[in-house]
């Protein structure tokens, strides 16, 4: 180990250039103004190296322009770089026309080590970039660094159960000689482990409702040798939020009240009411209008609304029992839910409408179905 290596380095990964939100006002503009402040923060906290771990870009098709854009912001930042590809970049058409600057690495398909001098010590970094779209290969095994260095290791995989793409274990990361695993893939910021590292920045900006909380990277401190700060910067242009609203015993505008108290002006929000109450028929009766009240009220933008509502006077138990099965239907079995929707005749002739949903889609739809006839509900008083 280097006792007198002390350095800053800034590690993200998953920046997927070129991909569009499903928040329809961004127009890939976000991905591109997170990675900005990224840079700006290196800069500004004088780091000494950026690790970009995988999926640069969305797709390996990506057009020269996204490309032009990346390197250019590579450009404003003078101290060394280092990047691999992942699943979704393992290829790019513009390399030779578009060349990265001359103090960014890219890691080939095979092991390399660089070694980076500083007046604070020495360091190096050891990589590897998936060889096609579907790595099977434990790139984390192929890694070994140097015992008397501090090492980084800046790879794409997955190092969880069941993986499909260059599949690994922290386990392989131990005994290698590695201080620092820069990982990507895995779009949820985690710590999987102090000693040694091995850290997922996350993406850098939430891209869907599945993407929610904030979104950046990570500001890594190292003196004498060893890892003594380890900071989220938080980047992103606008957050996700997944908010639940339980109209039970509420009036509009405490529920609206509740959801304004959960989110941020400038956040994408998608909200699921629940419970029981009078507000069910008032939800129910436009939608569209609650929307556009909690857009309003919260300076938000909201993605989504679903109804998991009933209304008075419906047991709980009855109006459960009703979502249960709709969600039971819509779970495993996607054929099961659209052979039901071929059975119906004023269906039939739009079953390509309903096969073109994703899962998410069609599990959606069917929760939407059932809470609609728990809410429709009539029982005896």
């Known amino acids: 180990m280097c006792m007198g290596c002390s350095f800053r380095f800034v590690h993200c990964a998953d920046l997927h250039l070129g991909s569009v939100s499903a928040c329809s006002d961004d127009r890939g503009e976000g991905v591109f103004r997170s990675f900005s402040r990224i840079v700006d923060m290196a800069l500004t906290e004088s780091a000494d190296a950026i690790v970009i771990s995988g999926d640069v870009y969305d797709d390996s098709a990506v057009s020269p322009a996204v490309r032009f854009r990346f390197v250019r912001e590579l450009s404003r930042f003078t101290g060394p770089v280092f990047i691999c590809r992942g699943n979704h970049d393992s290829t790019s058409p513009w390399d030779a026309s578009i060349p990265y600057p001359e103090n960014v690495h890219e890691f080939g398909p095979e092991p390399e080590v660089v070694s980076v001098s500083l007046d604070g010590g020495d360091f190096e970094v050891v990589g590897a970039s998936f060889a096609s779209r579907s790595e099977p290969r434990n790139l984390a095994a192929m890694m070994e660094g140097d015992p008397g260095i501090f090492t980084i290791a800046c790879i794409h995989c997955d190092a969880f159960s069941g993986a499909s793409y260059a599949p690994c274990t922290v386990q392989d990361m131990k005994g290698r000689n590695v201080d620092y695993w820069a990982l990507g893939h895995i779009h949820k910021r985690q710590v999987l482990s102090e000693d040694p590292y091995v850290v997922y920045p996350g993406n850098i900006q939430g891209r869907d409702i599945g993407e929610t909380g904030e979104k950046g990277a990570y500001l890594v401190t190292v003196e004498s040798g060893r890892v003594s700060e380890l900071r989220f910067v938080p980047t992103q242009s606008f957050v996700w939020r997944s908010l639940e609203a339980d109209i039970s015993g509420r009036t509009l505008q405490e529920a609206m009240a509740g959801i304004a108290s959960e989110c941020s002006a400038g956040d994408v929000i998608s ?100 809470a609609l006839a728990a809410s429709s509900l009539e029982v005896e008083r």
């Open 271 to 370: 909200v699921s009411f629940k419970g029981s109450g009078p507000l069910d028929r008032v939800l129910r009766s436009d939608p569209e209008g609650i929307a556009r009240m909690a857009e309003e009220l919260t300076g938000c933008k909201v993605a989504g609304i679903r109804m998991m509502t009933s209304p008075e006077g419906v047991p709980k138990e009855l109006a459960g029992a009703v979502r249960d099965s709709g969600n039971a239907l819509a779970g495993p079995d996607r054929g099961l839910i659209l052979g039901i929707l071929r059975s119906k005749p004023m269906l039939r002739n739009n079953i390509s409408y309903f096969e073109s949903m994703s899962d998410e889609e069609l599990s959606m739809l069917a929760a939407e179905a059932s």
